[in-house]
C-alpha cells in the first residue's frame, strides 16, 4: 500500500525567504505526483504535475523536483509572499485499471509573515 | 462555470438521517472522483468514474456509501444513515482524459452529523 509522508508538518518563515517542502513515498511505482495548494475552506489548486518521466517542473516562482528511484518530491518556493500561506499537498497517482487513484500526503501548513 | 462545482457547499444533518451531495465535473471531462478529508485522516479515494465504464467503488467505507454518475456528467454521492464519523469535507474532481493530465478539484461539501 502506497504511503505518502510529508516533511515538516508547519512551516513558518519571514517573507522574502526560499523554502522547501519535502515529500516521500514507498511504492516507486508511480504514474505521475502532484502537488496542491489548499487555502483553509477551499478546495485543492493543482500546482505542478510531474510525470514518472521527468526530473522536474516549473512555474513561476515554483519548481518540483522528482527522484523516483528514492521516492521523493520537493517543492521549491522562491522569494515567498504573505500570498504563498496555505497547506501543501502532494499526492501520487499509481495507474490501475485506467484510473489515477491519488494518494495524499498529510500537507505541509506554510505560513508567511510580513 | 469553468470550474468543477459542489453542492451544497455545507450540510448539517442529524445521525440517521440520509444526505445527497451533488458534483458537477467541467464540461467535457470524462473522469471523475470523489475524496473525502477528515480530520487526522488526510485525502482519502472514495470512487472513480471513467466514462461509461464500472465506477471504481474500492474506497467506500461501508454499503451507506454510493454514488452515481448521469449522463455522463454529474455525480451524486448518497450516504445513508449518516454516522458522526461521516462527518468531513467531500471533493469532488475531474479530468479531462484518460491519461497523464492533472486534477480538478471543487470546493468541497463539508458535512456535519449532530
Known amino acids: 500500500k502506497q504511503e505518502v509522508t510529508q516533511i515538516p508538518a508547519a512551516l513558518s518563515v519571514p517573507e522574502g525567504e526560499n523554502l522547501v517542502l519535502n515529500c516521500s513515498f514507498t511504492d516507486s511505482a508511480i504514474y505521475n505526483l502532484q502537488w496542491f495548494r489548499q487555502d483553509p475552506g477551499k478546495g485543492l489548486t493543482s500546482l505542478l504535475l510531474i510525470q514518472s518521466s521527468q526530473r522536474e517542473q516549473t512555474s513561476g516562482r515554483l519548481n518540483a523536483s522528482l527522484d523516483k528511484s528514492s521516492g521523493r518530491s520537493t517543492l521549491y518556493i522562491a522569494a515567498s509572499q504573505p500570498g504563498d500561506s496555505a497547506t501543501y499537498l502532494c499526492a501520487v497517482a499509481r495507474l490501475t485499471g485506467g484510473g489515477n487513484k491519488l494518494t495524499f500526503g498529510t500537507g505541509t501548513q506554510l505560513k508567511v509573515e510580513l | ?114
Do not use: M
Request: charged fraction near 20%; charge should be neutral; include cysteine.
Open chain 2, 1 to 114: 462555470g469553468a470550474g468543477v462545482s459542489q453542492s451544497p457547499s455545507n450540510k448539517v444533518t442529524e445521525k440517521g438521517k440520509d444526505v445527497e451531495l451533488r458534483c458537477d465535473p467541467i464540461s467535457g471531462h470524462t473522469a471523475l472522483y470523489w475524496y473525502r478529508q477528515s480530520l487526522g485522516q488526510g485525502l482519502e479515494f472514495l470512487i472513480y468514474f471513467q466514462g461509461n465504464s464500472a465506477p471504481d467503488k474500492s474506497g467506500l467505507p461501508s454499503d451507506r456509501f454510493s454514488a452515481e454518475r448521469t449522463g455522463g456528467s454529474v455525480s451524486t454521492l448518497t450516504i445513508q444513515r449518516t454516522q458522526q464519523e461521516d462527518s468531513a469535507v467531500y471533493l469532488c474532481a475531474s479530468y479531462p482524459q484518460r491519461g497523464n493530465t492533472e486534477a480538478f478539484f471543487g470546493q468541497g461539501t463539508r458535512l456535519t452529523v449532530v
